[in-house]
């Protein structure tokens, strides 16, 4: 076959080239992929769907699946080595290819989707590309920090695209774990735990038994705790002098304790919890009978409170402690 005429780096083929990744082809022999062919590339790369002429420079030459394009008796496309990139799917070739080729495929400044993100974590990972890795945890660590101020903060600019699965974060969660991410591995799981548990387990078919029974334990130990900060920021300090301030609290330790109808708690779990100081139920209107003696403990309380959860995260979902979790390979 001959080989197609050299086209210029993309600058703006971004998604749209790889839209066609999702569509299932009939015909099982993959064609040249039309953004990703270079008439004097120096590899071909083949998955199930494309053919992909690129540059050999461009393409890491460590890590996993990358012996085979240094075979003496490699395959060959006219004149080139010809290598399958067996494990990998089109889509997440494409990915990487396209952030390598495309400067404007992949902008940390913009919305990107989780196909895009997945993809460049999982082929940086297997590939041995840190550059590439590194950005894209960077970048999710501004969504799933691992700094207690950012955890109680909403990130300025969104992450994904609008039509973003409702799954994300269980996809997430399976993705960082196949690519060790352990920084981001305590919000992961914490997104994914103060979900309905009937989502929990429908979207829980990827993840590993491990991982599903460390949501559901975690799961538990959070609504613990978030009853726990609902009464230690409620109840009296000591003896309160004020009638109008017990009587309020007391009220509102009822109303914050009582479980809903559908079983659920109605109170936010504990980053909700903390960063709304119980908002959801009228607090900022019923507080202001609050005496004080009492307001003022609550406000200690809190920051004791929100410390002293952020501090025990990684190990309410069985991920040890911060420092591990953050300093261990």
Known sequence: MAPRTKRPRSNSSSQAETSSNKTPRTNPKPTPH????????????ATDVHLYRIHKGDFPTSGEGRECADDAEAEEWDGVPFVKMVGDSDENVCHLLMMLYDCDFYDVLKPTTLPIIS?????ST???????????IKRLENYY??????????????LFDDDVPDDCDFQLLA?????????ILPMLYYKCAIRDLQFILKSSDDLEKEVLHKILVGRERLLRLSYDFGVLLLF???KCDSNACSDMRRVMIELYTKTASNGQ????????AVSSDLMGMDYDQKFCAACDRCARRSTGVREEFKKNFWDDLPNIFGLDTWNEVLNRN
Request: aromatic share 8%; hydrophobic share 40%; net charge negative.
């Open 34 to 45: 039309d953004a990703l062919w270079f008439d004097d590339g120096s590899i071909v790369l």
């Open 119 to 123: 993809s460049l974590l999982l082929m």
């Open 126 to 136: 297997k590939y041995d590309i840190p550059s590439v890795r590194t950005q894209v």
């Open 145 to 158: 920090p691992n700094d207690i101020a950012k955890a109680f903060e909403t990130p300025a600019e969104v």
């Open 175 to 183: 993705v960082a774990h196949r690519c060790n991410v352990r920084r």
């Open 236 to 238: 009296p300090s000591g």
């Open 265 to 272: 708690p109605p109170q936010s779990f504990p980053i909700e």
